[in-house]
Nanobody
Framework: VQLQASGGGLVQAGGSLRLSCAAS????????GGWFRQTPGKEREFVAG????????YYADFVKGRFTISRDNAKNTVWLQMNSLKPEDTAVYFC?????????????????????WGQGTQVTVSS
């Protein structure tokens, strides 16, 4: 699976962005999808996850009610709609395809060989 993330940019606090993760290669629909983010000097952290069928979603507490993850397997794409953005949301956002069953599986960044990563897209929120 190859993943291509896009949609990042510069936005003012309170604004919105929609990130896209387009997949190609092996059947993306068999994988769970996830978004993680990372700032300099910090570990990559979980933002949102979605199961293979799109029927179950998980969110980090700090984005609940503001971000929405969705997918369309016919388009091999996962999206992250980000509303009410805050300066602390500034980070590089990465999409991932991996196998996950429980929430505890979704929140862990997949280890090399156990999932696939996109290249990251920068989101900057100005105050």
């Amino acid at each position: 699976v190859q993943l291509q993330a896009s949609g990042g940019g510069l936005v003012q606090a309170g604004g919105s962005l929609r990130l896209s993760c387009a997949a190609s290669g092996r059947t993306f629909s068999t994988y769970s999808g996830g978004w993680f983010r990372q700032t300099p000097g910090k570990e990559r952290e979980f933002v949102a996850g979605i199961n293979w069928s799109g029927t179950t979603t998980y969110y980090a507490d700090f984005v609940k009610g503001r971000f929405t993850i969705s997918r369309d397997n016919a388009k091999n794409t996962v999206w992250l709609q980000m509303n009410s953005l805050k300066p602390e949301d500034t980070a590089v956002y990465f999409c991932a395809a991996y196998h996950a069953l429980y929430r505890s599986d979704y929140v862990k960044p997949p280890e090399p060989g156990l999932g696939y990563w996109g290249q990251g897209t920068q989101v900057t929120v100005s105050s």
